[in-house]
């Protein structure tokens, strides 16, 4: 074994020690494939409404070693995260549902964080703990929205592999995993990409409500409720409306119905616990989300990852989720909203959903 292999175990070992669930490398050539399926994503529409998914974004993600010229490898990393127990129904007070990722625990008292700023603090100390052993050392993280291919790094580092559902699968915790990527100015060998697949199990495409997953491997953003509810700006339309459920933050079905996942995920995440407890919840009460003024939704979502779709998105997905549970008592919030509330979105989402709401107590005779 030579130093850089040497090194390259030992940084796993470290890694793993640290909380990560795995590391892979690879090297810094064009990640060919990935440009091509990422431009023609793009070139497709199927990533409109997010301008900043554009072709450029895409040439230059895949393209590390131009764009980093001293680099010489590329380690890729997961961090793992508990899935959540479906939700039930919350009688008068209907909950919603949040993907498990907003949960992700930071370092201080258990509270949800955002992933963004914990996993950028784990890559540092990793790199950290490199460059005590390799002085002069460079380094480049990316985190989501650095310009990166995510998914195609992991996979060529044998991280994972892509699953039907588009989301890469780990052996150590399914799917349930985030991303990150650290490129360095030393030649680590590279690891071989996974040789494991879906086999002919195809269960995430039916379970799709909304026919996102056009083929294997293939999002149309504009149908994913993760993209509508977090990524989405302006009224969601009204055509998928009814097919989201009660999903107020993200969407988890495709890797809920996961075979994969159902064996190899960490244990589920209680989903009881108060609506109005700070931070993301798995199921919050949606008449208070609907409810939050600015103040509150400052306070209550500071530092994770719901913050950043703001309070009128997140009040606006409260209302459409609000029109799909459909319960007589929530008609009184849902007026309020619709005549009060100062977005003319949120105003628009909670008049469409009490209409289904009186639509359907009529329906039920109530
Ligand atoms: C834009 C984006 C979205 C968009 C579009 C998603 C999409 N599938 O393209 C929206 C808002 C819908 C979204 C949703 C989600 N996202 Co997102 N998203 C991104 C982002 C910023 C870019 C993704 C991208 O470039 N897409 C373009 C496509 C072409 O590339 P790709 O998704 O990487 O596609 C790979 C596979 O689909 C596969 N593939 C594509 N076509 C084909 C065809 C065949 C035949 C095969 C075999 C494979 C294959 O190859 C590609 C390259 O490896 C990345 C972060 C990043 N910088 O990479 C996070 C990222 C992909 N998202 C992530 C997460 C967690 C999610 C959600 C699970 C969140 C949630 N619970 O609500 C959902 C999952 C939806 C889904 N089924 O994909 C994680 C994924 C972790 C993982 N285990 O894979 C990432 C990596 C963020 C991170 N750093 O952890 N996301
Ligand atoms: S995250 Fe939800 S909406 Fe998006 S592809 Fe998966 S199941 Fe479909
Ligand atoms: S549900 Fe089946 S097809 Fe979809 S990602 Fe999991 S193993 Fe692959």
Redesign the pocket.
């Known amino acids: 074994m030579n130093r850089w292999e040497a090194l390259r175990e030992e940084l796993r070992a470290e890694a793993l020690r640290r909380g990560w669930c795995a590391l892979g490398v690879t090297g810094v050539e064009p990640f060919t494939e990935a440009r091509r399926r990422g431009l023609d994503s793009v070139a497709a529409g199927r990533m409109d409404g997010m301008p900043w998914m554009s072709a450029e974004r895409v040439s230059a993600s895949t393209a590390l070693g131009s764009r980093y010229p001293w680099a010489r490898s590329v380690v890729a990393l997961a961090w793992p995260y508990r899935p959540v127990r479906a939700a039930g129904g919350g009688g008068e007070s209907p909950r919603g549902r949040v993907?498990a990722f907003a949960m992700l625990n930071g370092d201080e008292g258990g509270a949800a964080a955002d992933y963004h700023t914990v996993l950028g603090r784990r890559c540092d100390e990793l790199v950290g703990w490199t460059a005590e052993r390799v002085p002069g050392l460079r380094s480049k993280r990316f985190i989501d929205h650095g310009w990166a291919m995510d998914r195609a790094v992991a996979e060529r580092a044998g991280v994972g592999f892509t699953g039907k559902?588009?989301?890469l699968l780990t052996t150590s915790a399914g799917s349930y995993v985030l991303l990150a990527e650290v490129a360095l100015s030393i030649p680590l060998p590279p690891d071989p990409p996974s040789k494991k697949g879906c086999g002919t199990c195809s269960a995430?495409i039916p379970?799709?409500?909304?026919?996102?997953?056009l083929a294997p491997g293939v999002?149309d953003?504009r149908?994913?409720?993760?993209?509508?509810t977090i990524e989405h700006r302006g009224s969601i339309p009204v055509e998928l409306r009814p097919l989201?459920g009660t999903?107020v933050f993200?969407?988890?079905?495709?890797?809920?119905?996961c075979p994969i996942n159902h064996r190899l995920a960490l244990a589920p995440l209680d989903e009881a616990g108060s609506a109005s407890r700070r931070g993301p919840v798995p199921a919050p009460d949606l008449v208070e989300l609907l409810d939050l003024d600015e103040e509150k939704f400052a306070s209550r979502f500071a530092g994770t990852v719901v913050r950043r779709t703001g309070r009128a998105r997140l009040a606006r997905n409260a209302a459409v989720a609000l029109g799909n549970a459909a319960v007589p008592a929530t008609e009184a919030p849902l007026r309020r909203a619709a005549f009060g509330d100062p977005d003319p979105m949120v105003r628009e989402a909670a008049a469409w959903a009490l209409g289904r709401v009186v639509e359907s107590a009529g329906g039920t005779g109530g």
Do not use: F
């Open positions: 993907a559902h588009a989301s995430c379970a799709c409500p909304t026919g996102a997953i999002i953003a149908r994913c409720i993760s993209y509508l989201m999903w993200g969407c988890d079905l495709c890797q809920e119905a």
